[in-house]
RNA sequence: GCCGGGAUGGCGGAACUGGCAGACGCCAUGGACUUAAAAUCCAUUGGGCUACUCAGCCCGUGCGGGUUCGAAUCCCGCUCCCGGCACCA
């Protein structure tokens, strides 16, 4: 009777096994060439859902196969722990955030072991730990130190339903990244991290991520948005209040026909003080101040009033009304306009709106330059009724109108920036709290390195309203000034989650040390991360972050590399009937469900095999069902064992090493692990139908599997015998000889038309196989008659014969 | 609106440098084994037409053009879908 494959008693085996034997412990190694494959670590929700399982999976895959090709893999899993999820918990569920977040850990490890992935446990990070959350404060303070920690005010973010502000990356098209709640603007005081100040940098050094795809690093670029131009100062008429205006078009400064000031301008109240323009102009403020970012997205309508002044254009001395408008926005730029309506889309439409004049200087393709144009023309063009400019155009141009700029003191050339300083104070409990303390002596002091962490306080009430919980607790909030002894108060915002994240691939490089963020030695081993794996949804938020924090610790001498990680791959979406897998549909596969009825290696084999990696994944239980086929007719090919005797089957033996180099390379080069698997199971059909199958092939099989289905290999390889573990051996190798083939089938063709195969020996000449073409009957029934008048030869592939 | 990515059988997908379109898997159908079923194994499986002995021809990779001996692949022009950004001066 044959026996069946018992991929539960299997699993549970080998599972036992490694952790016994700490197989997958890793140690520095200055000998052994590194490779670090590190996955999104996730936030412990309480339950894997399959886009974990199939992130983890891709990770797994890779980590064996580097490790079996003989890299020192550092394969690290964590946990992003803090976060509102947990506050929400226990608000609903009276618990504590902290037991609910430690028992949804201990759920999901369970859960990722149970799948058999290849982690060094013992380096196991969890972000809401003191022993890493000291380090995130320490890090805090590393930043203040070198002044890109500040607190400032200002129009922030505010999300009703979280009760916190937000960073700018974290609002999506007007709401909140993860509750989908619009957001408000507030003004209010808050702590920032000084990204801006390393924006240039984060935009070059994306040049250097060769190994990132080409659709996040744009996503990057138009995040930071860096564009040149010119900040022309425009003089307001009565006060002499210098306006500067930023443009990157000042080859049309000549078009002027108005300025437009942000509502909340500070000027704006000066220069309407005691006029009939200054109530309207403070309600039209006011008005769009209070409109939400949603509104202010979605709300189209261009409006404006002139608030009664008027400003001199200093290239021509030209006066020009001023007016405040909703389109403008202080935040960016210099929260003033140059008003040019024939050149500028917006500047046109508000233009037309309000009857302001609307003034030609570029010429269009056709040199028509209309004195009243239809609509605006925002393309380059030669300069018209620009004085001495005529003519110019383009860059020249630009070139041109700025040095003149600059050498009359007008105006000078300055680069600026969509992107907005990091906002990281949050209104949480579930946060590392920002280590500062305010004295009415001693003003804002930071918390001394000794004095680390600043724990957050066990006895908390969650009521689910009002303010920050962290403000009631009076032995949280009352401290000692460090400076001065007196009685001080504590900062009780805590840190956005992402600062967390943007440093633990850092902390897997040295998890236990105690001197500091991490080993500058073991960092410096370690770094950077050779691989990295996770979700789209990153591509600004955590992965800008990370790399900010990466430069600054460049900078303070903790690392040696600029950029944290030299290769990323973005997973595509697990989807049920076309749409994402979620509560709310109730379309969600459980892994724990697929594990239990087909076992840990069904489960990654399918969701490795269904999708190239990059791809939105449709979940199919038939799919699964193949999957597990599939392993068990690997099972019974190897407990068969060898099969007849003699010499190897040339064939059978091309046929290994075929299978060897395509699935080296589809994991190696390309990622593509679908077409990896699909090598392994024409590898299989072929040994199925061999006559004679050795020994080699069969152990060829099984580690060329290894890497996918770990259990199933590991079983097989101790049936066969073999000694220590499959994870541990060397990765196969094709015998280049082995591949190549004795006799080849050449396709021939008639005019482009496949006509016949022909069965030639490999490595024919030109010659020959026009030759061999010619002699088929089939061919000859084609080009009798006809001229032939050309002769395309591919060797080993094709013969074209072009008749006539 | 701008920037990216995509469209291939009934389905997921493959085709790497322009060279046999549809690998591999799923589904389906037929056969073998079995008292029967499951499991397993073998075979067929893009569409159409002519043959049904053995095959042969035509069409076919979102649409319309082009380049080429030859195009899913390159170029031009469109349609639709997905994602990102969106008054950024």
Redesign the pocket.
Known sequence: MEE?YDFKAVEEKWQREWERTQAYRVHEDVERKKFYCLEMFPYPSGNLHMGHVRNYSIGDVLARFKKMQGYNVLHPMGWDAFGMPAENAAIQRKTHPATWTWSNIENMRRQLKRLGMDYDWTREVATCSPDYYKWTQWLFLLLYKRGLAYKGEGAVNWCPSCATVLA??Q????VCWRCKTPVEKRRLSQWFFKITEYADRLLEDLELLEGW???VK??Q???I?R?E?VEIEFIAEKTGDKIP??????DTVYGVTYL?L?PEHPLVEKLTAGTEYEREAREFAAKASALS?LD??T?????GMFIGAYAINPMNSQRVPLWIA?????????????G?PAH????F??AQKYGLEVRTVIRRPDGSAPADPSEAYTSYGPMVNSGPFDGLAGKEALRAVADYMEEKGIGKRRI???LRDWLISRQRYWGAPIPIIYCDQCGTVPVPEEDLPVTLPEKVVFTGTGPSVLEGVEEFVNTTCPQCGRAARRETDTMDTFVCSSWYYLRYTSPGYEDGPLSVASANYWMPVDQYIGG??H??LHLLYSRFFMKVLNDAGLVKEREPFKRLLTQ?MVLKDGSAMSKSRGNIVAPDEIVEKYGADTARL?IL????P?????W????V??????L??VW??VLRGPVGSGEPDPEVRRALHLAIK?VT??IE??F?F??A??????L??TL??AERVTEEALETLVLLLAPFAPHLTEELWHRMGKEGSVHTQAWPKYDPEAIIADVV???V?V???????IQVPAGATRDDLAARALASD?VQ??IAGKEI??T?V?PD??V?L?VK
């Open positions: 069946r700018n990356e609002v999506e098209g007007g795809p080409e659709r744009t996503m670029r138009n995040w948005g564009s131009g205006v930023f443009t990157t078009r000042q437009v942000a970012e202010r997205t709300a189209l309508e261009k409006e909703n389109y403008v926005l202080m935040e960016y730029g210099t929260g003033a306009v140059m040019v500028d889309e917006r500047d439409e508000f600026n920036y969509r789209i949804e591509a600004v595509g399918f095999f269904a999708s190239p990059e791809k939105d994944l449709e199919s239980d038939a799919g069902e193949g999957a597990h086929r599939f068990n007719r019974r090919l395509k390379e589809d080069e390309r593509n679908n077409t698997i699909s090598a392994i199971m024409e299989v059909n199925y139908r089938e050449v396709v063709q005019n482009g038309k496949v006509r016949d195969h089939r029934s084609f008048v050309k395309v591919v592939k094709l074209n072009v």
